[in-house]
């Protein structure tokens, strides 16, 4: 994490896309957001951390980002953009950013006081920047808590999960070490989520290679577990090092696994990214097993009606045509041209200024998948 300014100049680039937009961001360094945080009625950088045509970065940037009620409440903040290119890079190096879109919220002296990953919708992140600016469950606030409470592992694992998102790993395995210490038995399920963290950052050593890894400890973990929320993570984990090896089939299985003991909150994001690597490696798995597909189809459907059932209360047109579209991407790929092609006119009908909706359409109408 930074702890101390530093001089790195970016601009924001990606402002060109939406001229409704209307905050005001800043176009100078991160040292000088972090001398100007100190004037403004948050006292805080708001740093998105953003990738160049990445779909649900834009999704962020043209709806959340946008919305006039957003707009007005980060004009409390000094808002700096984070691009994932080569300037950019040695800010999100910094933070150890990893997942975009991220917002971090960051003090004068460069400390992380929060973190806001993944598209988050505008109710939603309204709520977050209020909880935020009042002190509840920041970095901080948390480590006055459990200094208070030092037995109580659940609230240590809920450090552990916020400081790993806003990308202080070193912080965050200290605390683990402290929770497997207090119970080396794993009987609780904050202790047994540690450990499982322990064993994964094991397999992802940056210098170990996918064909390297070795899965057995995290087998042997997951074969004495009975809790579901451990198994989704451990068998989430497991399809992610299979599919880095590019074992499809071993990463299919541990996704199925993943998905019969999915907590109902996991179901969106997670949903998505199945339906994503789907569509990305569908001639493989059509080719490997025709019923791949079918599940991924099946969880993108259920993925696509969480999306539905949280427009109803936070309307986000960019977000549900986006998630339209990729789930009409799941449908085409598993020959359901002509839902594929419903799903996608209800997409353009809700997002009718979203460009890419209609090249797609157009790929498809010409026989491309």
């Not at 990953?117 to 948390?142: C, H, M, Q, S």
């Not at 450090?159 to 794993?186: E, H, M, N, W």
């Not at 994001?269 to 789907?278: E, L, P, R, Y």
């Not at 047109?317 to 991407?329: D, I, T, V």
Request: charged share 25%.
């Amino acid at each position: 994490m930074l702890r101390a300014p530093f001089a790195v100049s970016f601009l924001f680039a990606c402002c060109h896309l939406l001229p409704a937009q209307s905050i005001e961001w800043w176009q100078k360094d991160l040292d000088g957001a972090l001398l100007a945080a100190k004037d403004k009625p948050a006292a805080m950088v708001l740093l998105y951390c953003w990738k160049d045509g990445h779909g649900v970065c834009m999704d962020m940037f043209q709806g959340t980002l946008a919305e006039k009620q957003v707009v007005t409440a980060a004009a409390d903040f000094v808002c700096m953009g984070a691009k994932d290119d080569e300037a950019g890079r040695i800010v999100l190096a910094k933070y150890g950013i990893e997942q975009v879109p991220t917002v971090l919220f960051l003090a004068p002296d460069g400390s992380v006081v929060d973190v806001a990953p993944g598209y988050v919708p505008v109710k939603e992140f309204l709520a977050e920047i209020a909880r935020i600016r009042a002190g509840k469950d920041t970095v901080g606030e948390l480590k006055k808590q459990i200094a208070a409470a030092p037995q109580d592992l659940g609230l240590q694992m809920r450090l552990v999960r916020k400081l790993r998102t806003a990308g202080d790993k070193a912080g965050s395995l200290a605390v683990i070490d402290a929770i497997v210490a207090k119970d080396p038995k794993l009987a609780s399920e904050p202790a047994a989520e540690a450990m499982l963290l322990k064993l994964t950052d094991q397999i992802f050593k940056p210098e170990i290679t996918p064909a390297d890894y070795d899965l057995k400890p995290l087998r042997d973990f997951l074969g004495k577990q009975r809790n579901k929320n451990i198994l989704f993570l451990g068998y989430d984990r497991m399809a992610a090092a299979e599919y880095r090896r590019q074992n499809l089939k071993a990463a299919a299985e541990a996704a199925g696994k993943a998905w019969k003991n999915i907590p109902p909150d996991q179901v969106l994001a997670w949903g998505q990214g199945i339906a994503g690597k789907a569509y990305e490696n569908w001639q493989a798995l059509e080719k490997l097993n025709k019923e791949l597909l079918k599940q991924a189809l099946e969880i993108s459907k259920k993925a696509l009606e969480e999306v539905e059932k949280r427009h109803k209360t936070s309307p986000d047109n960019p977000f549900l045509g986006s998630a339209m579209y990729l789930h009409a991407a799941v449908q085409l790929v598993c020959n359901q041209r002509k839902e594929a092609f419903a799903t996608m006119d209800k997409a353009m009908a809700i997002d009718p200024n979203n460009e890419n909706l209609k090249k797609a359409k157009d790929r498809w109408l010409d026989g491309s998948k």
